[in-house]
């Protein structure tokens, strides 16, 4: 059984900056999704098996970075210059191979997710 677990939940301000890890008891292409309430499912990044391609939602280009840790099973999400709509709980999940990664469909298996809330 795949685990997929993330940490880094918290409460920043506009502009501000939060780190999100998640770990897997394996190595895998990986990606994290975020879901606010009363919105669908969101793509947010992701990083395949290699960690040399990366992929991001238009929403977040060029504010979040997705990369993975020395730990190899370790996947980061950086994000940075938080607005007010980032406010969500993310999941961090598992691809089902190593392709199509902006969709949740290939994702199989999925952490608790974790908070982020950005307020003033």
């Known amino acids: 059984q795949v685990q997929v677990e993330e940490s880094g939940e918290g409460l920043v301000q506009p502009g501000g900056s939060l780190k999100l890890s998640c770990a897997a008891n394996?190595?895998?292409?990986m990606g994290w999704f975020r879901q606010a309430p009363g919105k669908e499912r969101e793509f947010v990044a992701a990083?395949?098996?290699?960690?040399?391609?990366?992929y991001y939602g238009d929403s977040v280009k060029g504010r979040f970075s997705i990369s993975r840790g020395n730990a190899r099973n370790t996947v980061y999400l950086q994000m940075n210059g938080l607005k007010l709509e980032d406010t969500a709980v993310y999941h961090c999940?598992?691809?089902?191979?190593?392709?199509?990664?902006?969709?949740?469909?290939?994702?199989?298996?999925w952490g608790q997710g974790t908070q982020v809330t950005v307020s003033s």
């Open positions: 990083i395949d098996l290699s960690g040399g391609s990366t």
């Open positions: 394996g190595r895998y292409a």
């Open positions: 999940a598992v691809n089902a191979g190593n392709y199509e990664f902006t969709s949740f469909t290939r994702y199989v298996y």
